[in-house]
């Protein structure tokens, strides 16, 4: 079992910033892939970005030029940097990881962190 634990959100005026975090732990795992989803009221969830073990790099067209996602390895750990944010913004971001444990690919998500951008 895989738990993640997401940080950061709040509430910022647009043109701020924040920065969320999220962090795996478990055992007996190997991280493919991680990444950060958000969903809007009345809206699909959808990728924001995500990163690969190998550091492949994946960014919504909304956000390119404006977040940036990292990670940590050795600590498990995804962080998102969001910059000159906008009220569009506005949604509960959900930290999702791709995993591998005993042969077999696993996906969890995380409890989602409130993100509210005010004009």
């Known amino acids: 079992q895989v738990q993640l634990v997401e940080s950061g959100g709040g509430l910022v005026q647009a043109g701020g910033s924040l920065r969320l975090s999220c962090a795996a732990s478990?055992?007996?795992?190997?991280?493919?892939?991680m990444g950060w989803y958000r969903q809007a009221p009345g809206k699909q969830r959808e990728l924001v970005a995500a990163i690969t073990t190998r550091g492949r790099l994946d960014y919504a067209e909304s956000v390119k030029g404006r977040f940036t996602i990292s990670r940590d390895n050795a600590k498990r750990t995804v962080y998102l940097q969001m910059n000159s944010l906008k009220p569009e913004d506005t949604a509960v971001y959900y930290c999702n990881a791709d995993v591998t444990s005993d042969y077999h690919s696993y996906e969890y998500w995380g409890q989602g962190t409130q993100v509210t951008v005010s004009s």
């Open positions: 478990g055992s007996a795992f190997s991280i493919n892939a």
